[in-house]
């Protein structure tokens, strides 16, 4: 028997309301480490064969494993597919978004977007710009802003990551490479002062440093959970950003040492 591809499963979690209570099953089986199937369903107020359906499906991603009655940890700091993280601090990534497009220039401009939910919010946000060019890596950006008036999208080439729907490798790189960029806007899944700005997949990250490498300016926006946390692959030093927008519910003392470390730090109001 054949086992399902990420995409075919990523497209069984189109309703907000499952992957939402997906991202519940993947917290209670991190914080206990293992669940049972009779725990899940309780905890949640579920039948049996839609905690079982869920359980199945979580593992076809490799986001946990499957035991006799339940479901076990697979490994802590795993990426989450792009349908289940778009679920996740909405608000205050709508307020990241605004934040960051209001100190975009209102006239003529080119901006980079890597993927992400954070930066997919920002693009969102360029709803009114009036003119405006975007480079871009990542197909769920580059659908978000094809109704968009005053935005030109320059889309790259390359191999399609499933997990985030970005176009990745030699090709991607070559074609940041061969435009010129204004700023560059990166989301991440971890910003810290001993790592800088990382992300799950080595990859990713090298074409995401291609377009860090021709902007002028580099500005990440993430989440308040990013900051502090540290992923597998580098994307770029603190050296090279110029701006970090995150939300309230960022660490202080990490805000703290990131500000000290010479990088403006912008704290959203949602």
């Not at 003119?131 to 978000?144: F, G, K, P």
Request: charged share 20%.
């Amino acid at each position: 028997m054949v086992a399902p591809s990420a995409e075919s499963v990523i497209a069984r979690v189109s309703s907000g309301r499952r992957a939402r209570r997906m991202l519940q099953i993947l917290e209670l089986v991190s914080e206990r480490g293992s669940i049972s199937l009779s725990e899940l369903a309780d905890t949640l107020g579920i039948s049996a064969p839609t905690a079982r359906r869920d359980l199945a499906d979580l593992a076809d991603q490799q986001l946990l494993l499957r035991t006799h009655g339940g479901a076990t940890v697979l490994e802590r700091g795993q990426e989450l597919p792009v349908a289940l993280r778009d679920t996740r601090f909405q608000e205050a990534k709508r307020a990241i978004a605004k934040t960051m497009v209001a100190r975009l220039p209102s006239e003529r401009h080119v901006v980079a977007l890597s993927g992400g939910t954070t930066t997919a919010s920002v693009a969102r946000a360029l709803a009114n710009h009036r003119d405006i060019a975007v480079v871009t890596n990542s197909l769920t950006i580059a659908n978000l802003l094809s109704g968009f008036a005053g935005v030109r999208v320059v889309m790259t080439g390359g191999f399609l990551r499933p997990q985030s729907l970005e176009l990745v490798g030699a090709i991607a790189e070559n074609t940041f490479s061969a435009v010129n960029v204004g700023t560059a806007i990166l989301g991440a899944d971890g910003i810290s002062v001993s790592s800088g700005v990382t992300t799950y997949d080595e990859t990713e990250a090298r074409t995401n440093r291609a377009m860090v490498a021709k902007a002028q300016r580099t500005v990440v926006v993430a989440d308040g959970s990013k900051i502090g946390n540290v992923a597998l692959a580098p994307i770029a030093d603190l050296q090279q950003v110029a701006l970090i927008i995150t939300d309230s519910s960022a660490d202080p003392e990490e805000l703290g040492r990131l500000r000290a470390a010479g990088v403006e730090v912008v704290v959203a109001d949602a």
